[in-house]
């Protein structure tokens, strides 16, 4: 711990009453993992009798924007709504302390960093519900599937690019270590990276193969 | 002009060296102006005499495209590559001037804020180069048009999103007065929300109007 009373990068950062984090690493990704794996098996599941004829394909689909759906309105809901003050909080909830453990990867959660504000504010009001959305716009074959999927994708990738440029340009120095830049900045934000731009290229392929009339 | 030597909001910001403006406002808008109108007058002449049977709609909307884009283009790249020390420029070029100008209306472009720059690459990243790429998307009447024009529409409005909530979020008061506010925050700002949306609303009912095969 630095010499300001936080594990953070930049030490200079300010943090006034902060109370050191109690839940260990696996603590906080367990329970995770292990709610976002209940949520995806239980799309697999639910898709593959209610469904009738979707593809294995559709069904994937629809368990990545449930998990990803939810994942956008609970944490983005959590710190902007519950966590304001997660740093200092006498009694922190299991959200502060996964905040405090994400902070590591990047301070300016902790820091409440106007780009993080507004782009969590973006993540609850527009990406969340899209992609719950495109949950139910591919369970019932709507003709806005593919187009809706590509706006949520494309919301996506901007908002990492700025999440990313953001960071590149204010000084690269958020995180304590090496292995939480990789771990967390890189490693935990890369499949918002990845996902969106193999369903968003999907996406674009399917809409563009029937030429639409003017 | 302030105690610290130059117009803008906050008084605070620290601008050492800076020069102040030559070019009135009328000398600034009025080539911005012409230069839009002759692009705009270009595209409309030429698109109906090239295109054979091109819409009026269609000839409208290449003609946006072609001034959004070169806007993008042209100012991003100036503010990123000609002008990074615009305010304190000895001989400031007429871009020089105009970024001083429509500092007043959002002295974050004066502070060179973190969030101006990030926007600002993906502007000249992406923006600019899709725009452009839609006016021979439309003309040539590809599959992709209506795909290439959402997605081009959304970027500009989540990138209006992210520049008028972190304005709202790191304080509101980086107009120099309610005009500047009015007419360049806002005003100059609105096109980049009205048309976006209209021209995704639109190419979104042209793709869902087919329901595509999964």
């Given at each position: 711990m630095g010499g300001h009373g936080?594990?953070?990068?930049?030490?200079?950062l300010e943090l006034p009453g902060f109370v050191p984090q109690r839940l260990s690493q696996g603590e906080i990704l367990a329970p995770f993992l292990a709610a976002s794996l209940l949520v995806v098996l239980a799309v697999w599941l639910i898709s593959g009798r209610c469904?009738?004829?979707?593809?294995r394909t559709d069904r994937s689909l629809m368990c990545w924007w449930a998990f990803t759906g939810l994942t956008h309105i609970v944490l983005a809901g959590s710190f902007l709504?519950?966590?304001?003050d997660f740093f200092s909080?006498?009694?922190?909830?299991y959200f502060d302390e996964l905040f405090k453990e994400y902070s590591k990867g990047d301070s300016r959660y902790a820091a409440r960093d106007t780009v993080i504000l507004a782009l969590e504010v973006i993540t609850i009001g527009f990406k969340g519900p899209a992609s719950l959305l495109a949950v139910y716009a591919i369970a019932t074959r709507k003709s806005y599937s593919y187009i809706l999927q590509f706006a949520a994708c494309l919301c996506q990738l901007y908002g990492c690019l700025v999440y990313f440029t953001t960071a590149s340009l204010a000084g690269?120095?958020?995180?304590?270590?090496p292995f939480y830049f990789w771990a967390y900045f890189v490693g935990a934000n890369s499949p918002w990276v990845v996902i969106p731009t193999l369903v968003a290229t999907r996406s674009w392929k399917k809409i563009s193969a029937r030429s639409i009339p003017s």
């Open positions: 936080h594990p953070y990068s930049p030490a200079e469904g009738g004829r979707l593809s709504f519950f966590t304001p909080k006498e009694n922190p909830s690269f120095n958020f995180w304590a270590s």
